[in-house]
């Protein structure tokens, strides 16, 4: 496990970098993100609550939110229509940036209980519910969408 400041330093010069061409293979690799809302909340007081924890804490949770997010788009994906190109591109970034946070974590430290059972439900009523269906996916892409641009918020602030 690296230095917590060796990780800052990469989360300050790196992080921003690589979330910013994921998000844009999320916008690219469809048409325009769905208007309609996924039927689970999305979790915004884990994020205030993660906002003012140390930053070990913080860099936890950014590691736990991708991590979750990789393992979504683990399931089902034959009805998908984005361009499979830039999905493939977007998956292998977020697992280069999963495995740059993961060395940044001890394996010890627990994921956060409640972001575990936030993308199950996410995954169950969504996915599962809706049959891994198309409209399913596109849900699933604009809530990703959130947490990758609130996680960006979240590491601007760490710094």
Same mark, same amino acid.
């Not at 999305?42 to 205030?48: D, E, G, H, I, N």
């Not at 960006?152 to 710094?159: R, S």
């Given at each position: 496990m690296q230095s917590v400041c060796h990780c800052c330093d990469w989360i300050r010069h790196h992080y921003g970098h690589l979330s910013s061409e994921y998000l844009s293979l999320l916008d690219q690799m469809g048409g325009d993100i769905t208007k309609q809302d996924a039927p689970v909340f999305?979790?915004?007081? &884990? =994020?205030?609550h993660i906002d003012d924890a140390e930053v070990e804490d913080?860099? +936890?949770f950014l590691k736990e939110t991708i991590y979750q997010i990789t393992k979504l788009f683990?399931?089902?994906m034959k009805s998908v229509t984005w361009d499979k190109k830039k999905l493939d591109d977007f998956l292998n970034i977020l697992e280069r940036? &999963?495995?740059n946070l993961k060395s940044c974590v001890s394996p010890a430290m627990k994921p956060e209980k409640r &972001?575990? +059972?936030y993308f199950k439900k996410l995954n169950k009523n969504v996915l599962r519910k809706m049959n891994y269906s198309a409209q399913a996916w596109e849900l699933i892409r604009k809530e990703t969408k959130r947490h990758l641009q609130r996680l960006?918020?979240? *590491? *601007?602030?760490? =710094?």
């Open positions: 999305f979790p915004t007081s &884990l =994020y205030r913080q860099v +936890r683990d399931g089902n940036q &999963l495995e &972001l575990k +059972r960006d918020i979240l *590491a *601007a602030q760490m =710094y």
